[in-house]
């Protein structure tokens, strides 16, 4: 079973910076896509980044284009969001998912459990001045 434990969230002010790290364990890394997903009370759940197998094809929903980054480095079975100039709106509890293993390793757009092999226990971002 692939394990993932998120870290790196905080409380940061408006136009500030944060680098989220999802650590995996138990499987390669490499194998799955994955992606960051997050959850803001009264809110839909959003994916907001994905990454695919080797880093080849990156993903983001609209609200964070060219503010978040999403790397992935298989070695340190490691990956990252790094986000810069955040907004209040920003403010959630974010949590990394993976996509593979015997399935097609595929990003999707779709925020919902099901559409996800594995999933972390989240890290809270708060943006607030």
């Known amino acids: 079973q692939l394990q993932l434990v998120e870290s790196g969230g905080g409380l940061v002010q408006p136009g500030g910076s944060l680098r989220l790290s999802c650590v995996a364990s138990?499987?390669?890394?490499?194998?799955?896509?994955i992606g960051w997903v997050r959850q803001a009370p009264g809110k839909e759940r959003e994916r907001v980044s994905c990454?695919?197998?080797?880093?080849?094809?990156?993903e983001y929903t609209d609200s964070v284009t060219g503010r978040f980054t999403i790397s992935r480095d298989d070695a340190k079975n490691t990956v990252y969001l790094q986000m810069k100039n955040l907004e209040p709106e920003d403010t959630a509890t974010y949590y990394c998912?993976?996509?593979?293993?015997?399935?097609?390793?595929?990003?999707?757009?779709?925020?919902?459990?099901?559409?996800?092999?594995?999933w972390g226990l989240g890290t809270q971002v708060t943006v607030s001045s």
């Open positions: 998912a993976a996509r593979g293993g015997s399935s097609l390793p595929a990003c999707t757009n779709e925020a919902s459990k099901e559409h996800w092999n594995y």
């Open positions: 138990g499987l390669p890394l490499r194998d799955y896509a």
């Open positions: 990454i695919t197998l080797g880093g080849i094809g990156r």
